[in-house]
Structure formats: structure tokens, C-alpha cells
């Protein structure tokens, strides 16, 4: 599922980088070579960043 279609970034993908680093959302799509577009994606976004650090530290 993508969560950003503007730069047609993967869930999974977001979820594989916030586990590996640190940082909001807006800086972990830099990370995989994008920038937000529309924005719209990004309460989302950050929801996903916090649910897989979550799991990961449990
Ligand atoms: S959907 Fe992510 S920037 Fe537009």
C-alpha cells in the first residue's frame, strides 16, 4: 500500500527506514530521496513512523 502517492512511497518501505533511523517523517522520505508534495500524506505518515518504533523497542 502506498502511504505517499505523490512520491509513490510504500508503507512498508516508510516502516523498514523508521526502524533504521531517526527523525520524523518528513526527514525519513529525504532519506529515501523524496520531499512532500500535497502534504497530505503526513499525519499518516507519522502515525506509521511511530507505530514501527513502537514495535521495535517492544
Ligand atoms: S501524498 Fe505524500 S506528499 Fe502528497
Redesign the pocket.
Known sequence: M??????A?REKDLRRIACEDGGDAETL?ARLG?????????EE?AQIVAEARACQSA
Open positions: 502506498y502511504i505517499c502517492i505523490c512520491n512511497i522520505y523524496f520531499a512532500p508534495q500535497c502534504r497530505q500524506c503526513l505518515a
